[in-house]
């Protein structure tokens, strides 16, 4: 028996159409369509409780998401099932198979489940050409680690302009563990006890931007693994979460390699108490030219050592992985914050967070392993009394002639980040990576 009947309509840009949204329907579409070809899909609504896998290049574009006015003409499917509606795990990662979907709004129903879900653990150089964009992701998730979308391994695309309501998490990035540590530390040409930028405002990140968020449940990003995530641009208001994204340090997994997180806005329709916006708990950290608009007391950010580093016996210098990736240092390291902004003119403090849990001791890093201006450079200072600077930043359209070892510089006109190694020179450390994302084709 035939599932499906398409109705070839010539190649790109007019690709095959599926005269129904039903899963059988699609599968059966996807799976005669060759490699490089369209599927589009009609307006209407479909529940499965199937994964649809995606091995090949493939665009697959829906009628529209209805967001945010509603209609006929939306493609909503809704999913029932226990995994994801979408699975993306390219047969030949290597290759750079592009896949694209768009035009669909996902639906989890509020269950305990998936939307999209990414995957690269074969090739360690990445899977970059890949595209999720003019989506809607709905209802996903009800336990701390499931997200709308999830990736595994060496992922390294693109989500943008998507609208994300009512997900427990919108984001959970996953590597590979000690072998992702492993390929980042040859990559990136620096041993396991040394530390730098290099590899950061490339393309090996996996990139959110210019998305909308509301009313997420639990958090916008959870990270871990090995990941490494770039989120940017984008808008998120919310009423009940009180933190944004947590990028874990070493605890029984490996932590986050590194993230950059930078000119997003933020607005706490209902406020409850301090808003608790990023968890810096590993790895290195990029994070400035944010603005939340919160009108209930303060924003923080909270730097923590991860347990593993300094519980005793351990030290600050504790070494994780195995013997086939080798062992590596994944404390805070490098970190760079400035520029976030409270209500567009107070500076975001900077708190450190106490094993025990406790949110406030204020400028007193219990682990004793952080230094500032060592391990993480930020123009906030740490404790609730002031906003003076805790070390030399400077934000300017030139820099400075003369600077001190240790000294940072964000420099405005050209957006590059500079720091000073020796005395009076100054090292270019950071650029961002190209705006919009050369995948968008603007």
Same mark, same amino acid.
């Given at each position: ?21 039903? =899963? ?49 003409? /939306? ?15 390219? #047969? ?29 653990? #074969? ?71 040394? =530390? ?11 990139? /959110? ?59 706490? #329709? ?22 939340? &608009? ?91 009394? #002031? ?20 000294? &940072? ?34």
């Amino acid at each position: 028996m035939s599932y499906v009947m398409v109705l070839k309509t010539g190649t790109s840009p007019g690709g095959y159409t599926v005269d129904s949204l039903e =899963f059988e329907y699609v599968e059966a579409a996807y799976n005669m369509i060759p490699d490089g070809g369209m599927l589009r899909l009609p307006p209407g609504e479909a529940t499965w409780n199937s994964t649809l896998n995606i091995t090949k290049s493939i665009k697959i574009i829906g009628a529209g998401t209805g967001y945010p006015d509603s209609g006929d003409d /939306a493609t909503i499917i809704k999913y029932s099932g226990s995994e994801y509606p979408i699975k993306i795990q390219p #047969s030949d990662p290597g290759s750079e198979p592009l896949v694209e979907i768009t035009g669909i709004t996902f639906d989890g129903q509020s269950g305990n489940r998936y939307g999209l879900y990414i995957v690269n653990t #074969s090739e360690p150089s990445g899977y970059h050409n890949f595209r999720i964009h003019h989506n809607a992701f709905k209802n996903f998730g009800t336990s701390v680690e499931v997200a709308a979308i999830r990736t595994y391994g060496y992922v390294y695309g693109l989500a943008d302009n998507n609208y994300f309501y009512n997900n427990n998490l919108d984001f959970n990035f996953s590597g590979t563990n000690y072998a992702a540590w492993a390929v980042w530390i040859k990559d990136s040409g620096v041993d396991t006890l040394e =530390f730098s930028t290099l590899g950061l405002g490339g393309d090996d990140f996996f990139f /959110a931007e210019d998305n909308i968020s509301e009313n997420v449940i639990h958090r916008i990003i959870t990270s871990g693994t090995g990941s490494r995530w770039v989120y940017r641009h984008n808008s998120i208001t919310f009423s009940a979460c009180q933190q944004i994204a947590d990028m874990h340090g070493d605890s029984s997994n490996a932590g986050v390699i590194a993230a950059e997180f930078y000119e997003n806005d933020h607005i706490d #329709s209902t406020p409850i108490g301090w808003l608790h916006t990023f968890a810096y708990r590993g790895g290195t950290a990029i994070i400035f030219n944010n603005n939340v &608009v919160f009108t209930s007391n303060r924003a923080y950010i909270h730097i923590e050592e991860e347990n593993n580093d300094y519980e005793p016996p351990k030290a600050c210098n504790y070494l994780m992985g195995d013997e086939t990736n080798g062992y590596f240092n994944m404390k805070i390291h490098n970190g760079y914050l400035w520029n976030n902004l409270n209500n567009g003119t107070q500076r975001i403090w900077i708190q450190h967070r106490g094993a025990t849990g406790t949110n406030f001791p204020t400028d007193i890093d219990p682990s004793g392993c952080l230094t500032p201006a060592v391990d993480y450079w930020s123009d906030t200072k740490d404790d609730s009394a #002031s906003e003076q600077d805790l070390f030399t930043f400077t934000k300017a359209a030139s820099a400075p002639e003369i600077c001190t070892v240790g000294d &940072v510089f964000w420099n405005t006109s050209t957006s590059k980040l500079y720091k000073c190694n020796t005395t009076n020179t100054w090292t270019e450390i950071y650029t961002p990576y190209t705006y919009p994302h050369p995948l968008r084709g603007e």
